[in-house]
């Protein structure tokens, strides 16, 4: 071989090797960390082997298209609501990301906050001076945190097999079983979650569940599509978004209103849920409260705010969608709201005249 061919080989080889190297770096990864249940390459075997009544398929999925840039903010004002935010606040960007990340957010108690990484499948923390650290790794596929008035912090993990865990003050598995059979054989995908003072947490997966101390899970109430989940301050009542078969009430829906909203449920001792009920017709996804028991829902444009009595008061409009809400901070006057396409994240925070809940991380 002369030299010229050498040449033309050792070049024919590298670029050859670089292609299949940018292909392999292009091709979505169909297992493991960042790939939720539904979406995993071994989901339909996970489904064969343990389940005894399958779920329905999971619907085909369908990649979109790769986003060439964040999302543009929209014009928006912020109207005064008495007692919770001043007029002509402004919401101001700190951080920036990429992925499905930064969902599920819970405070700390130096001011800073937690945020579940579901494509990096670790929480981020984002403290009081806008710096960022990775205090846990390997949640697998990790989606939404909350954490107890006893301190203990709790996770959903999406990945297969789902599950939820306890990060803190140790690391251990609380629920994977509905009935006998693994979470996956509901069909559904963990969503968010809120946790009890008696060491147990409500979660949404389609539906609402509860999962004791023990870890023994159990439906609760007919709510289907049900997404963010938030207990009261007294955790004497469940807020979630979802929809009942009873809604969206005949006829045009009030100015401002979408089909589903808030649903509320009594909590009784034994962590049962009891007296499901339409609570507000604003709501889409996730929710926090504030010390005066108010309720903030995100959808719309921007962020519903909702008496104990189911009195919407108003909404406090935001430059981008948002998917979650939550109040942190030392004194806990903050406002965060997170925008996330699944392909870019932005965080969000507000000043606010109403303080959260302190009793609790959200």
């Known amino acids: 071989m002369n030299t010229n061919t050498t040449i ?6 590298l670029t050859t090797l670089l292609c299949s190297a940018t292909a392999l770096a292009q091709t979505p990864a169909t297992s493991g960390p960042g790939i939720q249940a539904p979406r995993d390459a071994r989901y339909a075997e996970q489904i064969a082997a343990n389940c005894k009544t399958p779920p329905p398929p999971a ?8 986003a060439t840039a964040p999302p543009p903010h929209r014009d928006y004002t912020v109207k005064a609501i008495a007692g919770v935010v001043e007029a002509g606040q402004t919401w101001t960007s700190v951080w920036t990301g990429t ?6 957010p819970v405070a700390t108690r130096d001011g800073g906050v937690l945020f579940a990484q579901n494509s990096d499948s670790k929480v981020m923390k984002l403290d009081a001076q806008g710096r960022v650290s990775f205090p846990v790794s390997d949640t697998n596929t990790g989606g939404a945190l909350s954490r107890n008035k006893q301190n203990a912090l709790f996770i959903v993990q999406r990945g297969l097999p789902q599950e939820i865990w306890q990060l803190e003050p140790k690391r251990v598995r609380l629920a994977h079983e509905f009935q006998g059979q693994p979470l996956d054989c509901t069909g ?17 997966m389609g539906g609402v569940y509860h999962a004791d101390a023990k870890g023994l899970v159990t439906r609760q109430g007919t709510l289907t599509g049900a997404n963010g989940i938030i207990l009261s301050r007294d955790e004497k009542t469940l807020y979630v978004t979802g929809r009942l078969a009873s809604t969206p009430p005949p006829g045009p829906l009030p100015p401002g209103t979408r089909p589903g909203g808030l649903v509320a449920y009594d909590v009784q001792t034994d962590g049962s849920l009891t007296n499901e009920r339409q609570f507000a017709l604003v709501g889409d996804d996730g ?21 104990p009595s189911g009195q ?9 969608p948002l998917i979650t809400v939550m109040f942190a901070g030392k004194d806990k006057k903050t406002l965060y709201g997170v925008a996330n396409t699944q392909q870019f994240v932005e965080i969000f925070t507000l000043p606010m005249i109403a303080q959260g809940y ?5």
């Open 8 to 13: 033309k080989f050792t070049v024919s080889l």
């Open 59 to 66: 619907a085909p999925f369908t990649p979109r298209a790769p």
């Open 99 to 104: 992925g499905n990340n930064a969902d599920g």
């Open 188 to 204: 559904g995908l963990l969503n968010d979650l809120t946790a009890d003072s008696k060491g147990g947490v409500y979660f949404t």
């Open 287 to 307: 929710s926090a409260v504030d010390a005066q028991g108010r309720i903030y829902t995100t959808g719309g444009a921007g962020v519903q705010v909702v008496d």
């Open 312 to 320: 919407v008061l108003g909404e406090i409009a935001s430059p981008l």
């Open 358 to 362: 302190m009793g609790r991380a959200k």
